[in-house]
C-alpha cells in the first residue's frame, strides 16, 4: 500500500533553535518528493520538490534531504522564526493506476515559541 | 499569492442542501486539483483534471461531483451535505498531471454545514 509517514506528529521549539521533521514513504514507483509549508487556514505552499536522483535541497532555511535506497525524506529547519509555525506537510509522488498521483503525509504541527 | 483563486472564501449552509465550489487555476495550468481538510486533518484528495478531462480520483463521496469547463476553470458541487462535510475546501493547479511539476494551491473555501 503507496504510504507516506511523518514524524513527529507535533512539536514545540524556541525560537532560533533548529529543528528536523521526518518523513517515510512506502510509495513505489517513486516520482518526486515535496514539502509543503501550511499556515494555519491557509493553502499549503510548496517548500522543496526532489527527484530520486537529487539527495539534499534548500530554500533559505529549509533544507530537504532524500534517501530514495531508504525511502526516507528530511526538513531541517535552522535558526527557528516565530513565522515558522505552522504545519509541514510531506507528499510523494508515484506512479499509480498509470498516472503520477500525490500521496499526502498527516503533517508535523510545528510551534515555535519566544 | 498563488495566482490559484476560489470563491466563496466562506460558505454557511444547512444539511441536506447542496453547494457549488469554484475555482480558477494560474494562468497558463492546465490540470486542477481538489482537497478537502477538516479540522485539525490532513489534506484528503479528491479529484484531479487535466484539460476538461477527469484524470485520477481519491477519496471523492458519491455525493459529491466535479467538472472543469472549457476555460479551464473547476467546480466542485457537494450536495445532500451532512455536519462532517464541515471543511477546508482547497483547489491547485499545476502546468500539467503532477509529475515534478509544481502545484500551486488556492486560499480555500471554508465550508461550515449547521
Known amino acids: 500500500k503507496n504510504q507516506v509517514e511523518q514524524s513527529p506528529q507535533s512539536l514545540i521549539i524556541l525560537e532560533g533553535k533548529n529543528c528536523t521533521l521526518q518523513?517515510?514513504?512506502?510509495?513505489?514507483?517513486?516520482?518526486?518528493l515535496r514539502w509543503y509549508k501550511q499556515d494555519t487556514g491557509r493553502g499549503p505552499v510548496s517548500l522543496t520538490i526532489?527527484?530520486?536522483?537529487?539527495n539534499t535541497k534548500s530554500n533559505g532555511r529549509y533544507t530537504a534531504t532524500l534517501d530514495a535506497d531508504t525511502k526516507q525524506s528530511s526538513l531541517h529547519i535552522t535558526a527557528s522564526q516565530l513565522s515558522d509555525s505552522a504545519s509541514y506537510i510531506c507528499v510523494v509522488s508515484g506512479r499509480v493506476g498509470g498516472y503520477n498521483k500525490l500521496i499526502f503525509g498527516a503533517g508535523t504541527r510545528l510551534a515555535v515559541h519566544p | 499569492d498563488s495566482g490559484v483563486t476560489q470563491t466563496p472564501k466562506h460558505l454557511i449552509t444547512a444539511t441536506g442542501q447542496r453547494v457549488t465550489l469554484r475555482c480558477s487555476p494560474r494562468s497558463g495550468d492546465l490540470s486542477v486539483y481538489w482537497y478537502q481538510q477538516s479540522l485539525d486533518q490532513g489534506l484528503q484528495f479528491l479529484i484531479q483534471y487535466y484539460n476538461g478531462e477527469e484524470r485520477a480520483k481519491g477519496n471523492i463521496l458519491e455525493r459529491f461531483s466535479a467538472q472543469q469547463f472549457p476555460d479551464l476553470h473547476s467546480e466542485l458541487n457537494l450536495s445532500s451535505l451532512e455536519l462532517g462535510d464541515s471543511a477546508l475546501y482547497f483547489c491547485?493547479?499545476?502546468?500539467?498531471?503532477?509529475?515534478?511539476?509544481?502545484?500551486?494551491f488556492g486560499p480555500g473555501t471554508r465550508l461550515t454545514v449547521t
Open positions: 518523513c517515510n514513504y512506502t510509495v513505489s514507483p517513486f516520482s518526486n
Open positions: 526532489m527527484t530520486f536522483s537529487e
Open positions: 491547485a493547479s499545476s502546468v500539467a498531471p503532477a509529475g515534478t511539476y509544481e502545484q500551486y
